[in-house]
């Protein structure tokens, strides 16, 4: 029987994970969590993606408060009671929303530990954030309300690496115990105790999975690299599986997961196996500074252009912030997200560097 192994949250985004032995799933998310994140100065959302320390941050619970500490830190106790009126526009990726600023003094300590100036932000009752081209709101996790990983698979991965890795490296609110490996990409619809769940889309990582959650230290390679060997799909490297709950209630470890629906999985493969078969040289031309460079139908545009010397500004290189666009003026690219763009500059022709590939000799300008 295919059962529920941990329950996680982390109410602060990029923090250390609460395990739990039961939880409320709300609409947004598991209940308490990602409510809590850091934003900078100009409302950008601050995450151990740049700040890997961030996941050093522990949170306890002490009747309606929170209390936090850190390495080299006093103990901070952030009382919700006490929240200003104030919200702040916020930005994950490309969404922009309404969060409750909590306090000053917590932004001081905060700041301090990030030696970055930064503020605590809520994401109260009313505040509003939607998954993409959804009617369904989400908490301030990356796009989606709860991610899924088996631990058969973890396991899989682990066979394949030298120093092996926990499921906590992916972040999971979920950790199963799945039949055999990546059964869980061949579903669609599951239920775990009184909750269903639309099985939405599998998790692309990024470099954080690199950073060890135990110690907050990345490893400049694994565990992305083997992944990548082996878990290559239409430009990303998939890892668990996002999930929507399509009801509230309640979920304990040791549930049964019951699939209610399945879906052909994605075939998976080698990402430097996929770029020696199908590798076209091609050119690319920067009208910015009136360069040719020799490229190929392989690498992202942005990995081409930085290999050439050429500087296009970026930031997540997850197709998310929209930093790397770029318009093209001729040509032929494939897109793997347009997630950081509006409709209208989609319509102008522009494009994301970290997540386009050509597909012919191009031409492209700020
Ligand atoms: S969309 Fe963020 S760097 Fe490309």
Same mark, same amino acid.
């Given at each position: ?22 939880? +409320? ?12 994140? !850091?934003?900078?100065?100009?409302? *950008? ?14 949170? *306890? ?26 919200? +702040? ?11 409750? /600023? ?5 932004? /001081?300590?905060?700041?301090?530990? !990030? ?12 505040? *509003? ?7 369904? *709101?989400?908490?301030?996790?990356? %796009? ?6 088996? =631990? ?5 991965? #682990?066979?394949?690496?030298? +120093?092996?890795?926990?499921?906590? /490296? ?29 099985? @939405?889309?599998? $998790?692309?990582? $990024? ?29 990303? &490297? ?8 399509? #009801? ?22 080698? /990402? ?27 690498? !992202? ?5 930085? =290999?050439? %010397? &050429?500087?296009?500004?970026?930031? $997540?290189?997850? %197709?998310?912030?929209?930093? $790397?666009?770029? +318009? !093209? ?8 997200? @347009? ?9 102008? %022709? ?17």
């Amino acid at each position: 029987m295919q059962t529920l192994n941990d329950i996680y949250i982390y109410p602060i985004k990029s923090g250390k994970a609460i395990n739990q032995p039961a939880a +409320k799933v709300e609409e947004k998310g598991l209940q308490f969590d990602r409510r809590y994140m !850091l934003i900078d100065e100009q409302g *950008q959302f601050i995450t151990g993606r740049s700040y890997p320390q961030l996941t050093q941050i522990q949170v *306890q619970f002490s009747k309606q408060m929170l209390i936090v500490d850190a390495p080299d830190m006093p103990s901070l106790t952030i009382n919700p009671a006490e929240f200003s009126e104030q919200t +702040k526009n916020a930005t994950i990726w490309s969404d922009s929303l309404n969060a409750v /600023h909590c306090d000053d003094a917590y932004d /001081h300590w905060f700041s301090t530990f !990030l030696q970055q100036k930064c503020q605590l932000v809520f994401c109260a009752a009313q505040t *509003q954030r939607f998954i993409k081209n959804r009617e369904t *709101q989400v908490s301030f996790a990356d %796009g989606y309300p709860l991610l899924l990983i088996n =631990q058969t698979s973890v396991d899989q991965l #682990n066979a394949r690496l030298e +120093k092996p890795v926990t499921a906590l /490296h992916f972040r999971p609110n979920l950790v199963i115990n799945g039949d055999f490996p990546f059964v869980e990409d061949s579903w669609s619809r599951i239920r775990i105790g009184e909750v269903e769940f639309e099985v @939405s889309k599998p $998790c692309s990582r $990024c470099l954080f999975t690199n950073v060890d959650p135990t110690t907050g230290i990345a490893d400049i390679n694994e565990p992305l690299r083997t992944l990548a060997k082996f878990r290559y799909y239409q430009g990303n &490297i998939d890892f668990g599986q996002n999930l929507i709950p399509l #009801n509230e209630g309640l979920i304990r470890i040791g549930d049964e997961i019951q699939v209610l629906e399945t879906k052909g999985a994605p075939f998976y493969s080698s /990402h430097d196996d996929v770029q020696e078969k199908n590798k076209k040289q091609l050119e690319i031309h920067y009208q910015g500074s009136d360069l040719t460079i020799s490229g190929d139908n392989q690498q !992202l545009l942005l990995d081409q252009a930085e =290999q050439a %010397g &050429i500087n296009i500004p970026y930031s $997540c290189r997850g %197709g998310k912030c929209g930093r $790397c666009k770029v +318009k !093209l003026i001729e040509g032929e690219v494939i897109s793997l997200s @347009s997630q950081g763009l509006t409709q209208l500059e989609i319509e102008q %022709g522009y494009i994301l560097a970290c997540s386009c590939i050509p597909v012919s000799d191009i031409s492209i300008n700020d």
